[in-house]
């Protein structure tokens, strides 16, 4: 069973910046993707960002240019950085992994194993 945990979240002015952080443990070996999702409230949760073993990045058109995602094998760990936030941005983001062999830009429902969130606020 795989472990993520997510971290980074708060509070921030429109314009602003975050990075989020989501640490995997337990049974993470051969995922074939990791990514970053959000839930608005009264929203279903959407896919915002996907990265796969051979490191091939897939991204949201709301956030393309202004998020990007990346890992660190070593740390076992993986990033999102958020650039020029907007209150739209608003949201509860979750770290997922899928080994699913078609998790890359896939929807949340091909991912197996999930953070417990962290909350995003942008006020404008």
């Known amino acids: 069973q795989a472990q993520l945990v997510e971290s980074g979240g708060g509070s921030v002015q429109a314009g602003g910046s975050l990075r989020l952080s989501c640490v995997a443990s337990g049974d993470i070996a051969g995922t074939d993707c990791m990514g970053w999702f959000r839930e608005a409230p009264g929203k279903e949760r959407r896919t915002v960002a996907t990265l796969n073993d051979r490191n091939m990045t897939t991204y949201s058109e709301s956030v393309k240019g202004r998020f990007t995602i990346s890992k660190d094998d070593a740390k076992n760990t993986l990033y999102l950085q958020m650039n020029t936030l907007k209150p739209e941005d608003t949201a509860m983001y979750y770290c997922?992994?899928?080994?699913?062999?078609?998790?890359?830009?896939?929807?949340?429902?091909?991912?197996?194993?999930w953070g417990q969130g962290t909350q995003v606020f942008v006020s404008s």
């Open positions: 997922a992994a899928s080994r699913h062999w078609s998790c890359l830009g896939g929807a949340a429902s091909l991912y197996n194993y």
